[in-house]
């Protein structure tokens, strides 16, 4: 039934086999998860793809529950590494209910071109520098207050602190992470893999009119 517990996890692990058929990440790369519920004791229970186990052969029974502090509920497999930013976005969000991180190649490629400033005030986090860009494509709106974030080591604190920072900046639905690969973040998990593939398509773009 929509909206049920199986529901959002048959949603998230079809998103997951399509963002692996499409290569946006690779067989153990990226972690997508989903919040449940309305109410706030339920709403802090998170199911989060397993850690290095291949996409493409991904099931229900695969992923993990875990609650808002990362102790795991219910699962055979270790969570993610990145526990940490899924959790701390969840924290610092209260709309959000799907997070999705991948390794998207053209939009990861491209971010690492671009001129950036950084946001004042907030170390770290950076946006696109309108004054020096010349892109042969605008930048679609659904994009237009994307983030980009400074290096920290994977699955560390240090990095769930300044994407949980980047998210409530600007109140972004998008942020890539400079040498590592984007998120999005969504109300359900078809709206948070709606940013990263539209960042991805706008990459790919820019890259074939470049080439042009
Ligand atoms: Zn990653």
Known sequence: ????????????????RTLFSKGYVSSGGGNHSV????????????????????????TLDDLVLIDIEGNV??????????VPFHTEIYRVRDDVNAVSHTHSPYSH??????????????KGIFRLDDARLRLPLGIPPPLSKI????????????LAKLVGEAFTTYLTNIVVLLDHGVIGI???????????????????????SYRL
Request: proline letters at 3%.
């Open 1 to 16: 039934m929509r909206g049920s517990e199986e529901y959002i996890k048959r949603e998230l692990v079809s998103c997951v």
């Open 35 to 58: 919040r449940l519920g309305d109410e706030s004791r339920e709403r802090t229970r998170i199911w989060i793809t397993p850690s290095g186990y291949p996409r493409s052969h991904l």
């Open 73 to 82: 509920l219910k699962g055979d497999l270790r969570p993610s590494i990145e």
């Open 109 to 122: 490629a491209l971010i690492q071109t671009l001129d950036i400033v950084e946001v004042e005030g907030h």
């Open 147 to 158: 983030l980009i974030l400074e290096y920290r080591q994977l699955g560390s604190r240090a």
């Open 186 to 208: 969504g109300r359900c998990i078809h709206e948070a893999i709606f940013y990263v593939q539209m960042l991805e398509e706008w990459a790919r773009c820019i890259t074939i």
